[in-house]
């Protein structure tokens, strides 16, 4: 069968390199030439548009930041709902119930399956084939792209067939992503500012009850050495805040500690910008502190 990726960008590009590593051939579309220029040079094809790539691929895979540029590619004048050849629709992003079924109503009028399989590592796992695959849909359309989900990560799991259940899924795990953030990068100002060596507060969280994704990866590899380049925004993860608390009142769920982490990245965004790397919450929470954590690295 022939594979599509739409969206090549910071998770994309890697996802869709792997499946090029796995030998199978692709097509790519994105609005940006630059992000798509490293697959194409790998021999991947090139469909001018999401109808384009929905007339020539079975399987599209899409990979896009935003319900709005999702929305775009699927019910745009070149969407993929124009597309005669494809079969099975793969979605990686975070979108939520309500949107995955907006998504699946639409694809089924066109005799399209959706495979929901949103992902979780960020940039580094996509770069590494270490993703979190999480998965739900028609049991024989898994099957069928089984093949091509199993190269992003080695953790591929089936959450059911129940529509929206992948997704359900991936907002419990970004909203503990968030929260781990926040309260992190509060403790590491506490500590240092009270006079801790960070490298000796990472050693000893990180072996202990405290440890967390803040803590084992993004303030190795993007705070210590005062970078603050992980290579995900705030935006994306504010999507994924309010969907997880809109998840949780839908079903009835109080979401209090949920609600406090967004109004710390609201408070972020508005003193910053929405594009700003997701470890800058460090330096908000700095300046209001009015101390700075030391370089280490």
Same mark, same amino acid.
């Given at each position: 069968?022939?594979?599509?990726?739409?969206?090549?960008?910071? =998770?994309?590009?890697? =996802?869709?390199?792997?499946?090029?590593?796995?030998?199978?051939?692709?097509?790519?579309?994105?609005?940006?030439?630059?992000?798509?220029?490293?697959?194409?040079?790998?021999? +991947?094809?090139?469909?001018?548009?999401? /109808?384009?790539? @929905?007339?020539?691929?079975? &399987?599209?895979?899409?990979?896009?930041?935003?319900?709005?540029?999702?929305?775009?590619?699927?019910?745009?004048?070149?969407?993929?709902?124009?597309?005669?050849?494809?079969?099975?629709?793969?979605?990686?992003?975070?979108?939520?119930?309500?949107? $995955?079924?907006?998504?699946?109503? !639409?694809?089924?009028?066109?005799?399209?399956?959706?495979?929901?399989?949103?992902?979780?590592?960020?940039?580094?796992?996509?770069?590494?084939?270490?993703?979190?695959? =999480?998965?739900?849909?028609?049991?024989?359309?898994?099957?069928?792209?089984?093949?091509?989900?199993?190269?992003?990560?080695?953790?591929?799991?089936?959450?059911?067939?129940?529509?929206?259940?992948?997704?359900?899924?991936?907002?419990?795990?970004?909203?503990?992503?968030?929260?781990?953030?926040? +309260?992190?990068?509060?403790?590491?100002?506490?500590?240092?500012? !009270?006079?801790?060596?960070?490298?000796?507060?990472?050693?000893?969280?990180? @072996?202990?009850?405290?440890?967390?994704? +803040?803590?084992?990866?993004?303030?190795?590899?993007?705070?210590?050495? /005062?970078?603050?380049?992980?290579?995900?925004?705030?935006?994306? $993860?504010?999507?994924? &805040?309010? $969907?997880? &608390?809109?998840?949780?009142?839908?079903?009835?769920?109080?979401?209090?500690?949920?609600?406090?982490?967004?109004?710390?990245?609201?408070?972020?965004?508005?003193?910053?910008?929405?594009?700003?790397?997701?470890?800058? =919450?460090?330096?908000?929470?700095?300046?209001?502190?009015?101390?700075?954590?030391?370089?280490?690295?």
């Amino acid at each position: 069968m022939q594979a599509g990726f739409l969206g090549v960008g910071m =998770m994309g590009q890697p =996802m869709a390199g792997k499946l090029l590593d796995g030998g199978h051939s692709l097509l790519v579309h994105d609005i940006s030439e630059t992000a798509m220029r490293p697959l194409l040079d790998r021999r +991947a094809g090139r469909a001018t548009s999401p /109808r384009d790539m @929905a007339e020539r691929c079975d &399987i599209v895979i899409v990979s896009l930041p935003t319900l709005d540029a999702f929305r775009t590619v699927v019910f745009g004048p070149d969407g993929l709902l124009q597309g005669a050849a494809l079969k099975i629709l793969v979605n990686t992003c975070t979108v939520g119930t309500r949107f $995955l079924r907006e998504i699946e109503t !639409a694809m089924a009028a066109r005799g399209v399956t959706v495979v929901d399989s949103p992902i979780s590592g960020g940039p580094s796992g996509a770069a590494s084939g270490t993703l979190s695959v =999480m998965v739900s849909g028609d049991p024989a359309a898994i099957e069928a792209v089984r093949p091509l989900l199993s190269l992003w990560g080695p953790t591929l799991t089936v959450a059911g067939d129940r529509p929206g259940a992948a997704q359900v899924l991936k907002l419990t795990n970004n909203i503990l992503c968030a929260v781990a953030i926040a +309260a992190s990068s509060e403790a590491f100002v506490m500590g240092a500012k !009270a006079g801790l060596d960070p490298e000796v507060m990472l050693r000893a969280i990180n @072996a202990g009850t405290g440890s967390n994704t +803040a803590t084992q990866t993004m303030f190795p590899k993007a705070v210590l050495d /005062r970078s603050f380049h992980y290579g995900a925004a705030l935006h994306i $993860l504010m999507k994924d &805040i309010d $969907l997880a &608390i809109e998840q949780g009142e839908e079903l009835g769920v109080p979401m209090w500690v949920c609600q406090s982490v967004r109004l710390l990245f609201k408070h972020a965004i508005f003193a910053g910008s929405p594009r700003d790397d997701l470890t800058t =919450m460090v330096q908000f929470v700095e300046r209001s502190a009015g101390f700075e954590i030391p370089k280490t690295r």
